[in-house]
């Protein structure tokens, strides 16, 4: 082979062999590592590779922090509603205990004051007193109203009635169920504190009190 075709062949060879280190060259980035071919979006923050944006979430401190709150909003909720229902209970226990102290002081009472009631059933003077936010008034005899005037005599009221007795009696019925005292004069005090106390002093029978 001549010189000529040597060349030549060689030149093509070289033609041929040098453009493919080149491009392989060309493709091999830092490192011996292929670079990329094209220019591609470069992804960036809230951003995917491919272009789309991403969905933003909460840090996961503040959603642990908001839901610690929500917990803790529930348990002083719960809390609160069981206090409540705690002084529920206990109002009602007190008012159930209230109410049988009361029904037991009145019947100590009732059986305290049996055969001690002085009422007259002639007596025609109505003496009229206060009590239970309204007038009230029993009948007693011109002797009764003088004593009852002089507190001498006092009034409890039982079952709806009104009982005339003893200064000694009314202390002792006061003791036990202070609510039936319905008159306790004393004597020491003004006159225009009573005005009822005065005989000449008279509410009309017929008048609705």
Do not use: C
């Amino acid at each position: 082979m001549s010189n000529s075709l040597r060349d030549q062949l060689l030149d093509l060879g070289f033609k041929a062999s040098k453009p493919e280190r080149e491009s392989g060259q060309r493709r091999l980035g830092k490192g011996g590592r292929p670079a990329p071919e094209g220019k591609g979006e470069k992804a960036g923050p809230g951003r995917t590779a491919g272009g789309g944006a991403g969905k933003s979430r909460p840090p996961a401190g503040k959603e642990r922090l908001r839901s610690q709150e929500e917990i803790d909003l529930a348990k002083a909720y719960a809390l609160r509603a069981q206090q409540e229902k705690q002084e529920r209970i206990a109002a009602e226990q007190a008012r159930q205990e209230e109410a049988r102290r009361r029904r037991e002081a009145k019947a100590r009472l009732a059986e305290f004051l049996k055969d001690k009631a002085l009422n007259v059933p002639e007596a025609e003077i109505a003496r009229h007193f206060p009590y239970g936010g309204k007038i009230k008034r029993i009948y007693v005899t011109p002797g009764q109203l003088k004593a009852l005037n002089a507190g001498e005599l006092g009034v409890v009221q039982l079952d709806g009635r009104y009982l005339l007795v003893t200064a000694a009696h009314l202390a002792e019925a006061e003791a036990i169920f202070p609510q039936a005292v319905a008159l306790k004069v004393d004597p020491e005090a003004p006159a225009g504190d009573d005005p009822y106390a005065d005989p000449k002093y008279q509410v009309p029978d017929d008048l609705v009190w």
